[in-house]
């Protein structure tokens, strides 16, 4: 009854307005900030809370419209963010990945990870408020309603779960990167939500600890520890699996044959 296409227009409005405000803080950063360092912690904030502000709206997506409807905008998200997000990741093992192979120092990855966790939980006040206006039905009663956790297997398999997908999702990025096929964008965004639909209802399908920790850290049903384990602990072990994955001889090889076809 109240999954109406006013009440799906409202969701998509309130996700493009994000996106927008994202849009122009990025502009103002990048024109006004020179001091590099600076800019990147500036940067990388925006990037976590535009993503979480859009994913927090999913989850109103997902749970009126159901898992296809969801996976269908988060596909379109995910170019999207592709295309804007410039050198921010907004995901915590990206620059865990760039210290291990000697890109990032540990201090500098720190400060990211920092800004990116800012960002990821201060948009939440922002979707409250979106929430609080209930424009539409499916807002109702979400601004102050406890959530619930989506991890619905054990927290060893849980972990297992982020990591396997997350390894997959990086090791798929790093061959697209290296090939640089003209449909990249595409491709790795129809891998990552094709693996989020997959995960789903077993641990939510995050594949990033800044999400995981901006939309359900403190929900009902698992603890601190728990939390830290799948999705913090599973992602970033996958993640640092997926450099060694990356460079075994039949992966490279794999890569070599795709550059000289």
């Known amino acids: 009854m109240a999954a109406t296409p006013l009440a799906l227009g409202v969701s998509t409005f309130y996700i493009a307005l994000t996106s927008l405000i994202a849009y ?120 102050f309603s406890d959530c619930s956790t989506d991890l619905q297997v054990p927290v060893f398999y849980g972990a297992i779960i982020e990591g396997v997908a997350t390894c997959i999702c990086r090791v798929v990025s790093r061959i697209l990167g290296d090939l640089n096929p003209r449909f990249s964008t595409i491709i790795d965004s129809f891998v990552g939500t094709s693996l989020v639909v ?9 594949f990033n600890p800044a999400l995981a920790t901006s939309l359900k850290y403190g929900c009902l049903g698992t603890t601190v ?25 039949f992966v490279q090889n794999f890569i070599h044959k795709g550059k000289r076809d």
């Open 198 to 206: 997959a995960a789903a209802n077993y641990s939510g399908g995050y």
């Open 24 to 143: 122009w803080l990025r502009k103002y950063v990048s024109y006004y900030v020179k001091q590099p360092l600076v800019k990147s912690l500036f940067l990388e904030a925006i990037a976590t809370g535009e993503l979480c502000g859009g994913c927090f709206e999913l989850i109103i997506i997902a749970d009126n419209w159901g898992i296809s409807m969801y996976a269908i905008y988060l596909f379109f998200m995910t170019i999207w963010w592709c295309y804007v997000w410039e050198d921010a990741t907004a995901c915590p093992y990206t620059h865990i990945e760039d210290v291990i192979e000697g890109k990032q120092s540990l201090r500098v990855a720190f400060l990211l990870i920092w800004a990116q966790l800012v960002g990821g939980l201060v948009v939440f006040r922002y979707n409250q408020l979106l929430w609080y206006l209930e424009v539409v039905p499916t807002h109702k009663d979400r601004a």
């Open 225 to 249: 520890m728990d939390h830290v384990i799948v999705y913090w602990v599973g992602a970033c072990a996958g993640s640092i699996v997926s450099i060694k994955v990356h460079q075994m001889s």
